[in-house]
């Protein structure tokens, strides 16, 4: 399984942006998909998840009301819509997999550990 993140870049405080992380495996639809970002200094945090089937997600409390995180099966795709983007949100995001069944009750799509395959990561920047 190989993920390939793309879509970072320069953006305005107050912008918007859209990555994407596309998948090699046939078996794409099957894997729970995560965000995570890691900013310079600082450690890896979770940003958002969503379910193999796209029917739950989940995210983090500095982002809920502002990304999306969506699913395309059948282009191999999930994408992470960013909109009124904070200089806070500057960061490398990685997409990750997971292949087994991640507890939600125990937070599991919180965990880095739980995810089996790692994206490259794409930067963001915000300026202020």
């Known amino acids: 399984v190989q993920l390939q993140a793309s879509g970072g870049g320069l953006v305005q405080a107050g912008g918007s942006l859209r990555l994407s992380c596309a998948f090699s495996?046939?078996?794409?639809?099957?894997?729970?998909v995560g965000w995570f970002r890691q900013a310079p200094g600082k450690e890896r945090e979770f940003v958002a998840h969503v379910n193999w089937s796209a029917s739950v997600t989940h995210y983090a409390h500095s982002v809920k009301g502002r990304f999306t995180i969506s699913r395309d099966n059948a282009k191999n795709t999930v994408y992470l819509q960013m909109n009124a983007l904070k200089p806070e949100d500057a960061a490398v995001y990685y997409c990750?997999?997971?292949?087994?069944?991640?507890?939600?009750?125990?937070?599991?799509?919180?965990?880095?550990?739980?995810?089996?395959?790692w994206g490259q990561g794409t930067e963001l920047t915000v300026s202020s």
């Open positions: 495996s046939v078996t794409f639809s099957s894997y729970d």
């Open positions: 990750a997999a997971a292949s087994s069944a991640l507890d939600f009750s125990k937070y599991d799509y919180w965990n880095f550990a739980k995810y089996d395959y």
